[in-house]
């Protein structure tokens, strides 16, 4: 037995990248999952490999588009009647594009709000007040080090990650007196294929490429937070000690590293 053994755990942008190695390594656990992201054929893919690799038999997916709030709220409560409760909500769904301010289409700037924060609000408020009813529970948003420290070409971005860190820090100190944690996750690059849609040129991959996190090490750190009271998982430390410096010295840091701030 696990301390994740028949938790309910529901993600969302399950089918790819950060989401499908958490789903993995929580099946691992012997959770319960519901996975949900557009994709609904990739999320049938990795149901039939956990059930194969792990004997799980309680994997639900649904096809869910986090920016539509009426589709939020029917899965929502289609999850809430099949399993009753859901212990842990991941919100890993997300999607950014890099350009120049004045370079940003309109249509992208209102989708990456609409997905990265309107669609994680609609999620987090489709559970809440079951938590807060049941006096338990745990919400994990997935943010950016881009929440902390905004650099050139991702000023939409980086706006809607700092948008997603102080939702999570309201609600933290909220949701606390109901005994529900609430976990910000903020990492740096991670090697998945976000940086398709963010960066289709590559040149930013090709810059920072070494220096990426892979999903596997960031899902593993998320799943080792589950049901304790972690305010923030910050990877790299050696990212988040910049982000930290930048919040006591930010004209020393947009001075220094202007250089390598450019290279996305």
């Not at 999850?79 to 999607?95: E, H, K, M, P, Q």
């Not at 950014?96 to 249509?107: C, I, L, P």
């Not at 849609?197 to 937070?225: C, F, H």
């Amino acid at each position: 037995m696990t301390r994740l053994q028949g938790k309910t755990i529901v993600i969302t942008g399950a089918s790819s990248g950060l989401g499908y190695e958490i789903a993995k390594l929580a099946a691992q656990e012997g959770a319960k999952l519901v996975l949900l992201a557009r994709r609904l054929d990739r999320l049938q893919l990795l149901k039939q490999k956990i059930e194969q690799d792990f004997a799980q038999k309680d994997v639900l997916v649904y096809s869910l588009d986090v920016s539509k709030r009426t589709n939020v709220e029917e899965v929502f409560a289609e999850i809430f009647t099949r399993c009753g409760s859901i212990d842990v909500l991941i919100n890993n769904a997300g999607f950014g594009v890099f350009d120049y301010a004045h370079e940003a289409k309109w249509e992208e700037t209102e989708a990456m709000f609409q997905v990265n924060v309107l669609g994680l609000i609609a999620c987090t408020q489709a559970v809440m007040s079951h938590m807060q009813a049941r006096r338990s529970g745990h919400i994990i948003n997935i943010a950016s080090q881009a929440g902390k420290m905004a650099t050139p070409k991702s000023s939409v971005y980086a706006a809607t990650k700092h948008a997603v860190l102080g939702y999570t820090n309201s609600l933290r100190m909220e949701l606390a007196r109901d005994h529900v944690h609430v976990t910000a996750v903020n990492p740096g690059p991670i090697a998945t294929d976000f940086f398709a849609t963010a960066d289709p040129s590559g040149a930013y991959v090709a810059n920072v490429g070494k220096w990426m996190l892979q999903p596997e090490k960031v899902a593993r750190a998320i799943i080792q937070a589950i049901g304790t009271n972690k305010r923030e998982i910050n990877l790299p430390k050696w990212m988040n000690a910049g982000s930290v410096f930048y919040t006591l010295f930010p004209r020393v840091v947009e001075r220094l590293g202007r250089k390598a701030f450019f290279k996305k």
